[in-house]
T-cell receptor
Framework: GEDVEQSLFLSVREGDSSVINCTYTDSSSTYLYWYKQEPGAGLQLLTYIFSNMDMKQDQRLTVLLNKKDKHLSLRIADTQTGDSAIYFCAEGITGGGNKLTFGTGTQLKVEL | NAGVTQTPKFQVLKTGQSMTLQCAQDMNHNSMYWYRQDPGMGLRLIYYSASEGTTDKGEVPNGYNVSRLNKREFSLRLESAAPSQTSVYFC?????????????FGPGTRLLVL
């Protein structure tokens, strides 16, 4: 089955950039996604990238996709304390309709 | 719009007890999902319903049953709870066959099985 992997923790100082990495296995995924989970809440879609793109920028967020290495990253510029959360990457399941496979999640801690 | 709502927010069960987790959405979505979230394992799909009247197993369906009561509601039942089912359960819904796939999540139900 599909396997999406992320490192579990990342700690950065406020104002620095954060880079969260993800590796995925299904090379035929059409879209790849980043979701954010704030403490005690459900997940919210942050951004996504179409598989024929290699970069997408959305305000402070930059998504980079390396299809050859099946590597996805999320860069948050000027990280703020409000960015502290768990970040999940996800890929669509080929032939699985609307189903997604989520990664293990990376807990981002922003320190003053 | 309330989005996706879940009840209860928190529940403690004894091993062998049964319970039903409720989920409702008011966004007229066709597809609904149940996930469990465990530390270090991300979200794993338990069951999903692509449309009213249909349900299918996900990655970890054992020990659970679901009912798609109508387009709005999708419930998850634990017939005989086990400590391994201690987890946070999330319900989600999505646009019909929408791409990119935007799943909207409820706030979660925290379940402790003793």
């Amino acid at each position: 089955g599909e396997d999406v992997e992320q490192s579990l923790f990342l700690s950065v100082r406020e104002g620095d950039s954060s880079v969260i990495n993800c590796t995925y296995t299904d090379s035929s995924s059409t879209y790849l996604y980043w979701y954010k989970q704030e403490p005690g809440a459900g997940l919210q879609l942050l951004t996504y990238i179409f598989s024929n793109m290699d970069m997408k920028q959305d305000q402070r967020l930059t998504v980079l996709l390396n299809k050859k290495d099946k590597h996805l990253s999320l860069r948050i510029a000027d990280t703020q304390t409000g960015d502290s959360a768990i970040y999940f990457c996800a890929e669509g399941i080929t032939g699985g309709g609307n189903k997604l496979t989520f990664g293990t999640g990376t807990q981002l801690k922003v320190e003053l | 719009n309330a989005g996706v709502t879940q009840t209860p927010k928190f529940q403690v069960l004894k091993t062998g007890q049964s319970m039903t987790l409720q989920c409702a959405q008011d966004m007229n979505h066709n597809s609904m999902y149940w996930y469990r979230q465990d530390p270090g394992m991300g979200l794993r799909l338990i069951y999903y319903s692509a449309s009213e009247g249909t349900t299918d197993k996900g990655e970890v369906p054992n020990g659970y049953n679901v009912s798609r009561l109508n387009k709005r509601e999708f419930s998850l039942r634990l017939e005989s709870a086990a400590p391994s089912q201690t987890s946070v359960y999330f319900c989600a819904s999505s646009f019909p066959m929408g791409q990119p796939e935007t799943q909207y999540f409820g706030p979660g139900t925290r379940l402790l099985v003793l």
